[in-house]
Each structure stands twice: as C-alpha cells, then as structure tokens.
Nanobody, 114 residues
Framework: VQLQASGGGLVQAGGSLTLSCVAS????????MGWYRQCPGRQRDLVAQ???????NYADSVKARFTISRDVAKNTMYLLMSDLKPEDTAVYYC?????????WGQGTLVTVSS
C-alpha cells in the first residue's frame, strides 16, 4: 500500500489549504493515522492524528485552526488548515501506523507568506 499526499502550495497568511492523503489500498489494524510536518533544519513533528478508536488530537500550535478527517470509503484522509501562519511553512507528511509497520506519504510542501 502506498500513500499519496497532495494539496500543498503557496498561500498568504490567514488563508486556508486542505491536504489530502490517499491510500492505494485498504490497511488493516490501523492504530493511528495523521500528519507530521518538518520545517527546514528541524525534526519531524506531529501535527494531528486520528487514533484507532476514533478520537483525534492536535499539536497545541494548530488547535482550533486545523481539522483532521477521513473518508473510509475513499481511503482518504484530509487536513483542513485555516488561519495559516508563516510558521506553518513546512513539508507535510501523512502516515498510517499499524502494529506491523508505519506507512508514509511522500510529503507535500506548504508555504505561507506573510
């Protein structure tokens, strides 16, 4: 199974973007799925995730601005990002975690201009 992330781009501060992550097939035993981001020269940080039980959690820096969701029928996960800030500029990676392995998307670049 491969994950394909898309939706990144250039946006002005205060704007919105929606990232998508499509899985090429069904994944069983999902423990969590979500998004990380990596700024240049920094480690990859968790942005948002949906746990296997259905609850979601967010990094403090994006709470009330980002919303994670999924469409099971489409094998697709979304990250709606609003009120974007320059510090949200990063490469965003989607992931799906199972007891056996973690699947990663290839990353999509989000650039927020001030």
């Amino acid at each position: 199974v491969q994950l394909q992330a898309s939706g990144g781009g250039l946006v002005q501060a205060g704007g919105s973007l929606t990232l998508s992550c499509v899985a090429s097939g069904s994944i069983v035993g999902i423990k969590a799925m979500g998004w990380y981001r990596q700024c240049p020269g920094r480690q990859r940080d968790l942005v948002a995730q949906i746990r296997g039980g259905g609850g979601a959690n967010y990094a403090d820096s994006v709470k009330a601005r980002f919303t994670i969701s999924r469409d099971v029928a489409k094998n697709t996960m979304y990250l709606l990002m609003s009120d974007l800030k320059p510090e949200d500029t990063a490469v965003y990676y989607c992931f799906v975690n199972t007891p056996w392995m973690t699947f990663w998307g290839q990353g999509t670049l989000v650039t927020v201009s001030s």
